[in-house]
């Protein structure tokens, strides 16, 4: 305490304070300080699991108590951001300038606002500039540039940007022919064009989007629908012949199966012909006779010389000279 500045002092006296008063004035004694934890855990039904929504709000209870201890801080401490919603931005709507979405006031419009040609081509630098940037410039009736397919003044400027195209979100949601975006697997697979080619730049322009799936996977790249299928058209000879090669590439997959198939086949005889031949060796054991015996064969009515094998019990005739 004897290193606080006299300002921090009064702080932590204010708070001592401060957390004196909210005792005097507690409901139950659920809520005295240190018991912080207990009293979260009261509140919570014993079937509601452990998650990071209650461990934010444990925190935040404990980040309470470390105040009413008198640190100094229970005063500043901010809201703490709920982890489960992601991510988002707090916009500061009180810094926030209303911008009348872009278009002309009537103000503007009536007024003597007659630009020189000076100003119109610092604002056409301005535009590009934040086309450049990812701003979106303000739309001007008139000059503004238009949707191809429909006419209206609210492109999507990352299309135009990136792709060189003017449409709007509407008629990129109706034309997915034309404007749907593509997974680079997806312009593989079905348009069959190469790494190379889809990397480059300038064969087919593409945007970069974080993956969805990890973030510390590479960036998607994300081609537009028509761009991709005039570079495949035109490498493979239209819609026909990347039909057909398309074709001749499944008919060659198709082999390739049927080829493993059969040499999988070919493989499991081989070793089942092994199998046999070395059962077959196995078999072929050189007999060791033990001793000759004579046995009296009742059916002949004679007498055998018989020697049989000590390792499998074979019995061998012998002959009788
Ligand atoms: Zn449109
Ligand atoms: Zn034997």
Request: overall charge negative.
């Amino acid at each position: 305490m004897s290193d606080l500045t006299p300002a921090q002092s009064r702080l932590a006296a204010l708070n001592r304070l401060k957390a004196k008063q909210k005792l005097a004035s507690a409901p139950s004694p659920a809520s005295a300080p240190g018991q912080g934890v207990q009293y979260v855990n009261k509140r919570q039904p014993a079937n509601v699991p452990t998650s990071a929504r209650n461990m934010v709000e444990h925190q935040a209870q404990a980040g309470d108590n470390h105040g009413e201890k008198g640190n100094g801080k229970g005063e500043e401490m901010p809201m703490r951001r709920d982890p489960g919603l992601g991510k988002y931005f707090e916009y500061d709507l009180s810094k926030m300038k209303n911008s009348r979405g872009g278009f002309l006031t009537e103000e503007d419009v009536t007024g003597d606002r007659i630009k020189s040609l000076k100003e119109l081509a610092a604002e056409k630098e301005r535009e590009l500039r934040q086309i450049r940037e990812g701003e979106e410039p303000a739309i001007v009736p008139g000059r503004s540039p238009t949707c191809a397919d429909c006419g209206s003044l609210e492109i999507d400027h990352v299309f135009e940007k990136t792709f060189g195209v003017r449409v709007c979100r509407k008629c990129q949601k109706e034309k997915p022919e034309k404007y749907s975006l593509l997974t680079k697997t997806e312009c593989k697979e079905d348009y069959l064009l190469t790494d190379p080619e889809l990397r480059d730049e300038d064969l087919i322009p593409h945007l970069l989007r974080p993956n969805p799936y990890a973030s510390n996977y590479s960036n998607m790249m994300l081609f537009m629908r028509a761009q991709v299928e005039k570079v495949a058209y035109e490498k493979w000879g239209g819609d026909e012949g990347l039909d057909e090669e398309w074709e001749r590439r499944e008919e060659f997959k198709k082999r390739k199966r049927e080829e493993k198939f059969e040499a999988g086949l070919r493989d499991l005889r081989k070793r089942t012909r092994n199998n046999l031949y070395q059962r077959k060796q196995d078999a072929q054991h050189v007999h060791e006779y033990e001793d000759v015996e004579q046995v009296y064969d009742e059916e002949e009515g004679s007498t055998k010389v018989v020697q049989r094998c000590f390792g499998c019990g074979a019995e061998q005739e012998m002959e009788v000279l």
